[in-house]
């Protein structure tokens, strides 16, 4: 989710600072702040529900190692 949030934010610079083409119809630059906008916005949701991991560990039925759940909470 990280990664496809980087990329909207990626094409939506390129859509708002680097394109200078009109489109009848379609204002880019709002196309843009847009993308960036929705890129932010995943990206800060993706940072939180990565950060929100707990780790449980227990010892094992024979009792001779530990064994470590990693689950994701949140979303």
Sequence with gaps: MRSFSLFLIAVGAILTF???????????????VILMVVGAIGLILGLIRGTSTRTERA?????????????TTGF
């Design 18 to 32: 680097a394109v200078s083409v009109f489109v009848e119809g379609v204002d880019l630059k709002a196309v843009g």
């Design 59 to 71: 010892v094992s039925g024979d009792g001779r190692r530990v064994v470590e759940d990693h689950r």
